[in-house]
């Protein structure tokens, strides 16, 4: 795996860098979103980890040149993602709080990047989420969480509450938007379920 880290942290970057060599993989680190966007254009990246306040160039602006090309990114930040970030046209792939320790963030780049190869679709009455692009009835952009949580309920599991609220009414309002029939509704003594909006 070939991954790019943008992050002002040095002393972060350093530590990335070197964990990636010790499990084989290539790193390219960069200190602000110039140097992002001049490592972008002149190599190929499996997946891109980029810290939300990057200077100079906003990471937002980043990742629709990275959706634009389909490379995988991740976006870091000190805060967890709301409905606003997650209803924006520009998306990144999965979003990560800090602080985190090192294996969570190898692990969630293995499963974006398991699922960018997999070319999966989830299908489920109106919708259908293509797990290789990311995107929902092929109009809509969708993260990691997204896809997880609908797997979750469709095979009638509870999604851990205390983190899935951003991503259900993410998803809902996305199904909306579709005039999809699909809702996720919280039912009594049920917890999260996907019901139509009729019931």
Same mark, same amino acid.
């Given at each position: 795996?070939? /991954?790019?880290?943008?992050?002002?942290?040095?002393?972060?970057?350093?530590?990335?860098?070197?964990?990636?060599?010790?499990? %084989?993989?290539?790193? /390219?680190?960069?200190?602000?979103?110039?140097?992002?966007?001049?490592?972008?254009?002149?190599?190929?990246?499996?997946? /891109? &980890?980029?810290?939300?306040?990057?200077?100079? &160039?906003?990471?937002?602006?980043?990742?629709?040149?990275?959706?634009?090309? !389909?490379?995988?990114? &991740?976006?870091?930040?000190?805060?967890?993602?709301?409905?606003?970030?997650?209803?924006?046209?520009?998306?990144?792939?999965?979003?990560?709080?800090?602080?985190?320790?090192?294996?969570?963030?190898?692990?969630?780049?293995?499963?974006?990047?398991?699922?960018?190869?997999?070319?999966?679709?989830?299908?489920?009455?109106?919708?259908?989420? %293509?797990?290789?692009?990311?995107?929902?009835?092929?109009?809509?952009?969708?993260? %990691?969480?997204?896809?997880?949580?609908?797997?979750?309920?469709?095979?009638?599991?509870?999604?851990?509450?205390?983190?899935?609220?951003?991503?259900? !009414?993410?998803? %809902?309002?996305?199904?909306?938007?579709?005039?999809?029939?699909?809702?996720?509704?919280?039912?009594?003594?049920?917890?999260?379920?996907? /019901?139509?909006?009729?019931?």
């Amino acid at each position: 795996m070939k /991954v790019l880290i943008a992050d002002e942290d040095r002393d972060f970057l350093s530590s990335f860098r070197k964990l990636c060599e010790l499990d %084989n993989n290539e790193a /390219v680190t960069v200190f602000d979103g110039t140097q992002a966007v001049g490592a972008v254009t002149k190599q190929k990246f499996d997946i /891109v &980890i980029i810290n939300r306040e990057l200077p100079r &160039i906003s990471s937002r602006d980043i990742i629709g040149m990275l959706n634009e090309r !389909n490379i995988p990114v &991740i976006e870091i930040s000190g805060k967890r993602p709301d409905s606003d970030i997650l209803l924006d046209s520009v998306l990144a792939n999965a979003y990560l709080k800090l602080p985190f320790f090192p294996y969570e963030l190898f692990d969630l780049a293995s499963e974006v990047l398991k699922k960018t190869g997999s070319g999966e679709k989830i299908i489920y009455e109106d919708i259908e989420i %293509n797990a290789s692009d990311f995107m929902l009835c092929g109009k809509q952009r969708v993260t %990691n969480g997204e896809i997880d949580i609908i797997k979750t309920l469709i095979a009638k599991e509870k999604p851990c509450e205390k983190y899935a609220e951003p991503y259900i !009414n993410a998803l %809902n309002n996305k199904f909306e938007k579709l005039q999809k029939k699909l809702r996720i509704r919280y039912l009594m003594n049920e917890g999260y379920r996907l /019901v139509s909006d009729y019931e």
